[in-house]
């Protein structure tokens, strides 16, 4: 005779649901939202241990069939939905819709320009923002206090090598820096006209780097013949070859570069030069 109870599988089945309904069948995750390259864990909960086999969907492309699966990785901005099936029963199925975002990191590179005066830079980020999303910028300027704002002016105390960072950050707290050193360097003068006539005016071609960097001077007939070639931090042409004889009259074409630093390539000159006599 029939003693009215249902067979096992059913009770267990029923128990499983019952979990699921009344919220002691979950998974929980450690994070959920951050920045590009997010990396998540995710923890399965239940009352009792009546689960055999798990299979994970991260929405990301990815799987796994570990009951906690650690480190899944999001690298792509968006908004992920996870699911989770147990005991091979599609019916038993945990989705939780757009549980993972992750936020786009914004990069901190920013532009440089110097102007007419030698020591006076412009500095600013001009890379694309989210619309609806809060930034600062955070400036961290060698010799100054921390200044705050998409774009600065800033005029260096001298002729120098100065360090400036840029931090950018949004409210999700997704944050890039970018470093980056400025060489404030005088612009250098080149004449266009020299006279070594022996009245000891204007009797040189003369070039000075200011103490920046040192340069190498180069002088060519309109041929493109090398007459005269000098280094230093100062160079200097008196009109004559290095074996002392007086070049004619005329236009010379010139080259200076630095022989090392000088990133920004201010130091970089060619043009012609008038020689009278």
Known sequence: MQSGKPPILIVLLLAALSFRVSGQVDFTVNETS??????????????????????????????????????????????????????????????????????????????????VTYNYYVLWHDLPLDAGITYTFNWDIEEFAPRTGRRQEVTFPRQDTFTVSLTVADEFGCTSTDTRDIFVLEEITVPNV??????????EFRVTSNGGFPVRMRIFTRSGVLVHESEGFIVSWNGKTANGVEVSTGIYYYTIEALWGDPDKRYSKAGFVHLYR
């Open 34 to 115: 951050g920045c590009d390259m997010l990396k998540v864990k995710y923890t399965f909960t239940c009352a009792v241990d009546t689960f055999t086999s798990f299979y994970w969907d991260f929405g990301n492309g990815e799987t796994s069939t570990l009951r906690d699966p650690d480190t899944v990785i999001y690298n792509i901005v968006n908004s992920y939905t996870p699911a989770l099936v147990f005991n091979n029963r599609p019916d038993q199925m945990i989705v939780k819709p757009d549980l993972i975002q992750v936020h786009r990191t914004v990069p901190a590179t920013f532009n440089t320009k110097d102007t």
């Open 194 to 203: 020299f006279t070594p006539n022996g009245d000891l005016l204007n009797s």
